[in-house]
């Protein structure tokens, strides 16, 4: 499974296929959205997502402070209201590509960050990133090898590569959120804490019992940074009982 970086990413949306500022002046932003709304070859959803790419101010963000995507400040302002991440921490990322999450965490103070994806990362000093399906059998062993120790932090922004069927693809979304909640209480320490992003209907009552059985607080929360037309919320969880 792959964690988009943003789960509003078009392009990468049509690849999936498996389990698992407005800045600028007036006259530039208009030129922009000319431009790839006359594009030749460019499917009309594509377009969209490019005129809203062109228009988003995290995008702009981003690019000007030198995260890799836009859903670094997802985390961001979910650490802001949360306090998830304090120094010294060692940080699980699942679906980490393209890895803005692994920067918000070790900027933030995190001593060692362990990172699963599909998708191939370009290297971040201070962190481990493994190119891997985190659905395969081997990967969680994998990534506990890479984290050497118990996690203070689990992340997971974790997508299924959707069909288009809702029936099968909300399948995907509860299983990748229960597989990750449970590889976060098989390495968390006590006091750590879990965060995932799931969908409308994205964790089943079972896994939401157990985290609460587990975790001293356990919470939705859609920070600012996510779209409001997006489905996705994320789901908290602190004060890991062990």
């Excluded at 600028?24 to 997502?49: E, I, N």
């Excluded at 995190?110 to 998708?119: C, Q, R, Y």
């Excluded at 201070?126 to 994998?142: E, H, N, R, S």
């Excluded at 009552?205 to 587990?214: E, I, P, W």
């Amino acid at each position: 499974m792959s964690g988009t970086g943003d789960d509003e990413e078009e392009p990468r949306r049509r690849r999936r296929s498996g389990p698992v500022t407005k800045g600028g002046d007036a006259r530039a932003s208009k030129q922009l959205r000319t431009r790839v709304k006359t594009a030749r070859g460019r499917k009309h959803s594509s377009q969209l997502w490019l005129n809203r790419q062109l228009n988003d101010p995290y995008v702009a963000k981003a690019r000007q402070e030198g995260y890799r995507s836009r859903a670094a400040y997802k985390l961001t302002e979910l650490d802001d209201k949360f306090g998830l991440i304090r120094p010294g921490m060692r940080v699980a990322d699942l679906g980490a590509a393209p890895g803005g999450w692994a920067q918000v965490a070790l900027k933030r103070g995190a001593s060692h960050v362990a990172g699963v994806d599909l998708l191939e990362m370009a290297p971040i000093p201070g962190a481990i990133l493994l190119q891997m399906d985190f659905t395969d059998p081997d990967a969680p062993a994998a990534l506990k090898r890479a984290l050497g120790g118990p996690a203070d932090l689990v992340l997971s922004d974790l997508a299924p590569w959707t069909t288009g069927h809702k029936a099968t693809d909300h399948l995907r979304i509860v299983a990748l959120v229960e597989a990750a909640a449970y590889f976060a209480m098989d390495v968390l320490k006590p006091g750590g804490g879990f965060v995932a992003k799931v969908f409308q209907g994205g964790a089943s009552q079972d896994v939401l019992d157990a985290l609460k059985s587990r975790f001293e607080k356990v919470r939705h929360y859609k920070p600012p940074a996510s779209r409001s037309e997006s489905a996705e919320t994320f789901l908290i969880a602190q004060g890991f009982r062990g």
